[in-house]
């Protein structure tokens, strides 16, 4: 089936088109095109390649990690998509080894009965955590890597762990080459890596850290740690979660400039919309209050912003260019998670699944096509 479509601005991944005709076959574009509107045709102002979030943990209703069930699932894609994110990676956080594999075979499930969604697989983000730097990850939960259970994981976890974050101090190198052989792409996040022990992580293939700056060890002028690590290897990526909470603005800024193309943007909404206020899953609770969840050691419990949220603060708050934000929702994510040959681009292709959005970023809405 043949369907076209005129944007006054493209925002391809690489460059702003104007004035554009989409061309769709089959559910993929197929011609682009400047041109002039034609009343009869579908007009959007803004279009971009669909927003991809790599870690996000509940949708309106319910929180993956506790209700590891295709409904959760859905319910996190549905719930992305009503504020504009095209394709997401649920992520299930530390939790008994169980409840890991019930997360893995549910998502498994979903891909298999959906598989024109934009559910890409999943983020599982520990149980191989550093206990100091677990954050709101229970403690109970939190624990060491045994080979056994790296290999359980992977040979369960196999095309549906997209992504996984470890801390890489706590791993062998031969754990470390295992996970980086299996084709997972690897995260350094809730660490307390010394500049050395992450250097060293990179040196192994780890090319990504988990939401830059919160939960790992800090910059200092004598102790540079996993942040100053991070900063000082141009080939890492660095999600970041830019809502003033997580990180103060100014530091956004700073690491804006410093990682350049290689920062890109998160959500890691605990859930969206801010309808659940109080949760409770075993040890792990959160409470919202004032725009944030804690949870009752006040600690931060995840986010409560959309993508665009983060892509409008990116613009309006750090003043960086709109196309630049944009491939930070987009591109940016797609190639750090070796993606960007399937999502990221609107060139000819790529699915035609789009995010549009109003001058002012305030209206985000998917469009699938």
């Known amino acids: 089936m043949s369907v076209q479509l005129f944007a006054e601005k493209v925002y391809t991944g690489n460059s702003v088109l104007e004035n554009q005709l989409i061309q769709v076959m089959n559910g993929k574009i197929s011609a682009m095109e400047s041109a002039i509107p034609d009343p009869e045709i579908t007009k959007v102002a803004n279009l ?170 800090a910059f200092g002028h004598r102790q540079p740690g996993l942040v100053g690590a991070t900063f000082d290897s141009e080939q890492v990526y660095a999600p970041i979660i830019i809502d003033g909470v997580h990180c103060d603005f100014g530091a956004a800024s700073v690491a804006y400039k410093i990682k350049k193309d290689k920062l890109f943007l998160i959500s890691d909404a605990l859930f969206l919309g801010e309808k659940v206020t109080e949760f409770k899953w075993g040890e792990f609770d959160a409470y919202l209050k004032n725009g944030r969840y804690t949870n009752s050691d006040g600690n931060l419990a995840g986010a409560t912003i959309s993508l665009g949220d983060a892509v409008r603060n990116a613009v309006q708050v750090l003043g960086i260019p709109l196309q630049e934000a944009i491939e930070m929702a987009t591109i940016r994510p797609a190639t750090a998670l070796g993606m960007a040959d399937q999502i990221g681009s609107v060139s000819i292709g790529y699915p035609a699944v789009f995010t549009t959005f109003d001058d002012d970023l305030h209206i985000f809405e998917v469009l699938k096509l």
């Open 48 to 217: 971009s390649a669909g927003f991809f979030d790599s870690h996000i943990n509940g949708g309106e209703r319910y929180y993956f990690t506790q209700k590891a069930d295709e409904e959760a699932i859905d319910d996190i894609y549905n719930a992305s998509v009503s504020t504009g994110t095209a394709y997401v990676l649920p992520t299930l956080i530390t939790s008994p080894p169980e409840n890991i594999l019930k997360g893995i075979e549910a998502v498994k499930n979903y891909l298999s009965a959906n598989p024109g969604s934009g559910v890409l697989g999943m983020h599982l983000e520990g149980p191989f955590l550093n206990p100091v730097k677990r954050g709101a990850h229970v403690k109970e939960f939190v624990r060491a890597p045994t080979n056994a259970e790296l290999e359980e994981i992977i040979r369960y976890g196999k095309d549906v762990i997209r992504l996984m974050t470890i801390a890489p101090e706590m791993f062998t190198d031969e754990q470390i080459q295992m996970l980086v052989e299996s084709g997972i792409i690897i995260s350094a996040g809730h660490s307390n890596a010394t500049y050395e022990e992450a250097m060293k992580a990179f040196s192994q293939g780890i090319n990504l850290v988990t939401h830059l700056y919160n939960a790992m060890s």
